[in-house]
């Protein structure tokens, strides 16, 4: 698809994860004016960079994803309008990697329990055979793309087994052993570790439910840093509250900012971040590369990077 880019909107959505500003300084050498615009801005330019989505960027030729998930666009409006989307996939695959080792660090060597006791001046030292260390456990990752592996990357480090999931089953470098998703429940019944990082689609909405928690060894710890919908979050809190799992670290969830009544707070064994495992101070250079990208390609005739509609 051509068009001519004569303006480009940073829309004020992404101050949730960075200031806009920064991205529009970024761009400053840009061929084109950068702007940063909110909801009645949009109008006036050709393309825009955004967290979230808005009806009037249909009248966009391009919009930009800063985050890799794009399931709150409407692809079909979208195609249906010869609107361009892109992501950001490809730059969270440390982060989050670093991000999935924190809370599996704070769970073996009890880090979580210190700092809560520390807010009760509580000198509390755990028992005898809590703590563990890392080398030995095995980590199951259900979705290897760029997450996943980032995952697999950082965990390996620290002498984790790495097993994944995937559509195919097939092999994927950075992890012993690989199963289908029609394999899901064997996959993830021998974990320490079971990782969500796939993408919200139809098929992985509600995929960890009931019956994957009953999967999970007693002693087993579940993290989310995918999507909030891909877990049947009531069924995470029975499991959890019955003490069928060990602990969970989530970072997503069914409901965002998650509600103060949710039991997932006052838990034992569960970590919450307020969905910020991919933040870092370099997020803003990290898309701001792709857009440039794609901005030169757009002026060469060459295919998007990253393209998803």
Partial sequence: MQ????????????????PPSELADFFADLPVPVDVISDGGIDACDAVVTLEYHEDFLEC????SVQAGV???PFDELEANDVVLTNSTGIHDRTIGETVAGYLLSFSRRLHTYVAAQQDRRWDRPEWDEAFTLPGTTACVVGTGTLGRGVADTLGALGVRMTGVRRSGEAVPGFEEVYANTHLLEAISDADFVIATVPLTDDTEGL???AAFDAMREDAYFVNVARGAVVDEAALIDALESDAIAGAALDVFEEEPLPEASPLWDLEDVIVTPHCGAFTRDYFRDVGEIVRENVDRLESGEAFHNRVV
């Avoid at 909107?9 to 992404?14: E, L, T, Y």
């Avoid at 030729?61 to 930009?64: F, Q, Y």
């Fill in 61 to 64: 030729s391009w919009i930009h």
């Fill in 208 to 210: 960890f439910d009931a």
């Fill in 3 to 18: 068009f001519a880019l004569e303006r480009l909107g940073v829309h004020d959505s992404v101050d949730a994860v960075f």
């Fill in 71 to 73: 399931d709150r666009f």
